[in-house]
């Protein structure tokens, strides 16, 4: 059995099986990723060797939530485990955004008591379970350690970052254009220059006229490898929209759905696919390079969970909205004084707005303004005008 375990997971050791469980550890996990019951159990016991249970986990807890700030894979390895204490694991490693893993040795050879088990753990919160039943099982499994999809360290550029398109597909031409990239605009297909590689920040639909073109000129970049394209806010609501979920249809989404209607099923389910694929944001150049559609605190950076997806599409608001009845953004770009330059777009201005290593980029080409790239390292700014108001902003474009 091949066991997958992401490269920021808090993983639980659940079970006996003390010989091969030991081999097993030592052989996939370093010394220090292992936080052991027994282990935490000496350092603080008393002087007649008393401790309660409780206060063994405490100091595991504690221990694991330090690593897990500084991006630690780490192991929680103890025979005896109640369901609170794996609620509790569950619940440390939602806070520090990492998949929860569980990894349980001798549950049973019976096939119905393995599923009921899996399921269980599942209810409990774990991202991933894997069950090894016996010697011969826990012998013949192999731990590989798999990136997260917005982990791309490995990738320099150079980039080209397009911000909020929102169907403006002649806008999107010109500008890639302008930047050098061979355009097909009938086939929907473009081609980089100089192995350059376009970064959609996403909001690639609503609003605009050519939202279906958009999306088969992006979706063939990126399946060409040709691009990169995080989720957009959007993009999530039409993603949600065509799982059937009850969306209400405003803000540019019934424009989206009636250019729609008249595509293909084939392509609906394509675009589907698609918009499933796209993840909350992206690490590039050693990390030197994060791009995601709202923007992301230093600390977020190259995690992932469903609260870093929603603060990656929307944006920390107060809660509060205001008299247009849209919600009060908080301005997180202010207080920013992380080392990756963050690149983002989401909140419509007149200008690119460059402060603390952050630059938004979304100068709003739908309502009348412009469609901006921002490559990178250049950190050079190329833009093209809208050819049109194509939709009323409901607040005005600022500074």
């Known amino acids: 059995m091949q066991i997958d ?4 997971s808090l993983v639980a050791l659940i079970g006996t099986a003390k010989s091969s469980k030991s081999a097993f550890v030592k052989k996939y996990f370093k010394a220090e990723e292992i936080l052991s019951f027994d282990y935490s159990k000496e350092l603080i016991a008393d002087e007649d060797g008393q401790i309660d249970k409780e206060d063994v986990f405490k100091a595991l807890y504690d221990t694991a939530g330090k690593r897990l700030e500084l991006a630690k894979l780490t192991v929680i390895d103890a025979d005896s485990m109640q369901e609170k204490d794996r609620k509790n694991i569950v ?23 393995k599923k009921l088990e899996v399921t269980r753990l599942e209810k409990e919160g774990f991202r991933y379970v894997y069950l090894l039943n016996s010697d011969q099982e826990v012998s013949d499994a192999a731990v590989v350690r798999t990136k997260l999809y917005n982990n791309k360290r490995d990738i320099h550029g150079p980039f080209d970052i397009i911000g909020d398109i929102h169907g403006c597909y ?11 990239y061979k355009v097909e605009r009938e086939k929907y297909s473009a081609y980089p220059p100089e192995a350059r590689k376009a ?6 639909v609503d609003r ?5 073109e958009v999306l088969k000129l992006v979706m063939s970049m990126v399946k060409a490898g040709a691009a990169y ?10 993603q949600r929209k065509l799982k059937g979920a009850n969306v209400k249809v405003a803000h540019g989404l019934e424009e989206t759905l009636e250019q729609m209607s008249h595509e293909t099923d084939q392509f609906v389910e394509e675009v589907k696919l698609f918009l499933d694929g796209r993840i909350s944001h992206y690490v590039f150049d050693d990390g030197k390079l994060v791009v995601a559609h709202a923007g992301l605190k230093e600390k977020l950076h190259g995690r992932g969970s469903r609260s870093i997806r929603n603060l990656a599409m929307f944006g920390e608001t107060t809660g509060k909205i205001d008299k247009l009845g849209l919600p009060i953004r908080l301005n997180w770009a202010k207080g920013y004084h992380g080392k990756a330059f963050v690149v983002y777009g989401h909140t419509p201005q007149l200008r690119v707005k460059i402060i603390n290593n952050t630059a938004n980029i979304d100068t709003g080409c739908v309502f009348g303004g412009k469609l901006t790239a921002l490559r990178y390292p250049e950190k050079e700014i190329i833009d093209v005008k809208a050819k049109a108001v194509y939709y009323e902003p409901t607040r005005p474009l600022f500074e």
Do not use: Q, R, W, Y
């Open 199 to 204: 970064v959609f920040t996403g909001d690639l």
């Open 5 to 8: 375990i992401p490269e920021l």
């Open 91 to 113: 619940a440390l490693a939602k806070k520090h955004h990492c998949f929860p893993v569980a990894i349980v040795f001798n549950v049973s050879e019976s096939m119905e008591e």
């Open 170 to 180: 002649d806008e999107l031409c010109e500008l890639l254009e302008k930047l050098g």
């Open 208 to 212: 605009g006229p050519k939202s279906m």
């Open 229 to 238: 394209c995080t989720l957009g806010n959007h993009d999530g609501k039409l």
